[in-house]
Each structure stands twice: as C-alpha cells, then as structure tokens.
C-alpha cells in the first residue's frame, strides 16, 4: 500500500476553482493508478476521475467532463484535480486512491481499491 494525503480543499462560491493535491509516500509511486472520489452528505462515495501509471489513460465521471482534470508527477509522487467551474453539487468530501489496476479505480463499485486518502473537504456556495 501506499500512504495519500490530500490537500487543497476549501470554501469556494459556484463557479470558482480549486485545485486538489494528493501526495504519495511509502512503494513506487509510478507502479499504481490513481483516482479521485468524491462523497457528499448522505450519499455513496463515487467516482471522479482516474489516470493511469504513465498518464496516457484518463477517466472523468460524465458529471464532471469539460470542468476537472487530473494530472500526475511521478518525480513529485503528486496527483492533481483541477476543478474549474465548480458548482453547488461538487460539495463533498474528496478522497485520493491508489491501485494496481487502473481497472479497479475506473470501475469502482463500493470496494477493493488498495489505498485511499483521508480526504479533503470542498464546499461550494451558490
């Protein structure tokens, strides 16, 4: 496994942005996809964004297509989420994950994912 620790959460009014980071410690971090989740009050955690070892491959929940991006940097041990744009309905918890298999993160449905973060809490306001 490896230890995540988010940063960058806050405040922010709809339409502002926000860039989340998620540092990497403990195996190689260029041996593990990683992903964004996100949880709101009262509802499951879901699927963000994901992007490969190398970062030739990129997923986005169709909720957020066009307004988040994510990036790494495997000499920084650091993944990205950019969040433009954001929106009332992006308030939630967001959590980092690691895994094996890119698969794992991208079709996740509720367990197996080998690490995740403790989270950052982003909140905005209409």
């Known amino acids: 496994q490896v230890q995540l620790v988010e940063s960058g959460g806050g405040l922010v009014q709809a339409g502002a942005s926000l860039r989340l980071s998620c540092a990497a410690s403990?195996?190689?971090?260029?041996?593990?996809?990683m992903g964004w989740f996100r949880q709101a009050p009262g509802k499951e955690r879901e699927f963000v964004a994901a992007?490969?070892?190398?970062?030739?491959?990129?997923n986005y929940a169709e909720s957020v297509k066009g307004r988040f991006t994510t990036s790494r940097d495997n000499a920084k041990n650091t993944v990205y989420l950019q969040m433009n744009s954001l929106k009332p309905e992006d308030t939630a918890v967001y959590y980092c994950?690691?895994?094996?298999?890119?698969?794992?993160?991208?079709?996740?449905?509720?367990?197996?994912?080998?690490?995740w973060g403790k989270g950052t809490l982003v909140t905005v306001s209409s």
């Open positions: 994950a690691a895994d094996p298999y890119y698969s794992t993160i991208v079709y996740y449905k509720g367990s197996g994912v080998d690490s």
């Open positions: 403990g195996r190689t971090f260029s041996s593990y996809a």
């Open positions: 992007i490969s070892q190398s970062g030739g491959r990129i």
